[in-house]
């Protein structure tokens, strides 16, 4: 048996920091070691909801469950049934979506939310025999962690994207996928997952849009964007990228629909839940525009207002993804070993410290994707202080040594420095 120290949840906003003995695995499961993990909205939505959380096993207050689900690590040992498969020392990542009818709370079980064993906010886990069926454990051949972490948010706007559809008058045929060549807008779309969106498009190589909105209204999150995700580069790639703060525009509706010529967009996708953001995204649809809902509200009663009219005449329609499945995932990590770096979606680094208080404060700090090292007490830290903090600190002078040399990003050098020189459990 080994000891693992972990962040589990056993009521509403209840996480602890805890340590205990993991049993001895069995032969059709595998012990783990967590690297990192990348905290989710969805964890935050998972801990204020508690039991009523439909992930959630009602019995967490005597079963607590280990929190996050982006997570990466190493394979320590493989019970037989799986050793022709998977072996000690192999990196791997995980589709936290089971969908398996017979897990614990049936057929939305979920590592990071579901289970006592498994979740990305530990130093080591039991990766169960479902995991292994449903062809959920992943293998992850690329460079250092925090990637195989991004992957599942990755996943999650490829899953999008692949959903969206289009018609032809007078064809019953859904053509699935966005317009090779269309027109596609992105909403509120510069925090975390909008980052990722826009990196997804970019570097696509079998479709691409024409033209690439991408609106918010931060100024501050809309040049960081466009520091990471240049116009320049997206020209290379034959693509018209522009990034607008519709906060400055007297009529936001008007000012997108110019930029798309006054067709409209073929694909929007609205990345966050506000009701007039909604009602701007249906507003701009071109014919057969397919406009995606991708942010999950949190209230149960959120709605917005459609036009009607164009949903009749102008087949306007609307989907709603959350997250990917296997194959998003797979294409997330392939992608990413063709040259897409992750990097620009992080803005936080920390230790398993800090993750109950951010997981639990999550909408209120600023920034993009907080990447957890679970080995390593640290506070959770943007990487913007790193330099200031770097004038009395040696380990963050050179932190932030490597991350300039990156246009202040993380990288692979950076997390192998943290990992090699900064206090470990």
């Given at each position: 048996?080994?000891?693992?120290?972990?962040?589990?949840?056993?009521?509403?906003?209840?996480?602890?920091?805890?340590?205990?003995?993991?049993?001895?695995?069995?032969?059709?499961?595998?012990?783990?070691?967590?690297?990192?993990?990348?905290?989710?909205?969805?964890?935050y939505k998972a801990s204020s909801q508690g039991t009523d959380h439909k992930r959630i096993p009602d019995d967490v207050a005597e079963n607590p469950i280990i929190i996050g689900h982006e997570f990466a690590g190493e394979l320590l040992e493989v019970g037989a049934k799986w050793s022709d498969k998977f072996k000690a020392g192999d990196k791997f990542s995980i589709q936290p979506a089971l969908y398996y009818e017979d897990g614990p709370v049936g057929i939305l079980s979920a590592p990071g939310y579901s289970y006592q064993h498994i979740g990305g906010d530990a130093t080591y886990v039991i990766i169960p025999n479902e995991v292994m069926e449903k062809d959920c454990l992943l293998a992850y051949h690329g460079e250092g962690y925090y990637p195989a972490s991004l992957a599942e948010p990755l996943s999650c706007v490829i899953g999008a994207m692949h959903a969206n559809y289009h018609t032809t008058p007078g064809s019953y045929v859904h053509k699935m996928e966005i317009v090779d060549g269309g027109k596609m807008a992105i909403l509120a779309g510069v925090g975390p997952m909008g980052l990722a969106a826009i990196n997804y498009a970019l570097h696509?190589?079998?479709?691409?849009?024409?033209?690439?909105?991408?609106?918010?209204?931060d100024q501050a999150?809309?040049?960081?964007?466009?520091?990471?995700?240049?116009?320049?580069?997206?020209?290379?790639?034959?693509?018209?990228?522009?990034?607008?703060?519709t906060g400055k525009v007297e009529d936001p509706v008007k000012e997108l629909k110019a930029i798309s010529g006054?067709?409209?967009y073929d694909d929007v996708f609205v990345f966050a839940p506000v009701k007039p953001v909604v009602e701007q995204g249906d507003a701009i649809l071109a014919f057969d525009g397919c406009l995606n809902f991708f942010a999950g509200p949190g209230d149960p009663d959120f709605s917005a207002l459609l036009n009607f009219y164009n949903v009749h005449y102008a087949y306007t329609h609307i989907v709603g993804t959350s997250g990917g499945n296997n194959?998003?995932?797979?294409?997330?990590?392939d992608i990413m070993g063709k040259g897409l770096d992750p990097a620009g979606l992080i803005t936080h680094i920390g230790g398993l410290d800090a993750v109950a208080e951010a997981t639990n404060n999550l909408p209120h700090i600023p920034g993009g994707k907080k990447l957890i090292y679970t080995h390593i007490d640290l506070p959770l830290t943007p990487i913007a202080d790193f330099e200031k903090l770097g004038e009395n600190n040696d380990l963050f002078r050179e932190l932030a040594l490597i991350c300039n040399k990156n246009k202040g990003l993380w990288s692979v050098e950076a997390e192998t420095f943290l990992l090699n020189y900064f206090n470990k459990l």
């Open positions: 048996m080994i000891k693992t120290r972990a962040v589990r949840l056993h009521g509403k906003k209840d996480l602890r920091l805890e340590e205990f003995e993991l049993p001895q695995i069995k032969e059709d499961e595998i012990l783990a070691k967590v690297v990192s993990d990348s905290l989710c909205m969805s964890s696509r190589e079998d479709r691409k849009p024409s033209l690439l909105v991408v609106t918010d209204v999150r809309l040049d960081r964007a466009a520091s990471i995700y240049t116009v320049d580069f997206a020209a290379s790639k034959g693509i018209d990228l522009q990034y607008v703060n006054d067709t409209g194959d998003d995932m797979v294409e997330a990590l």
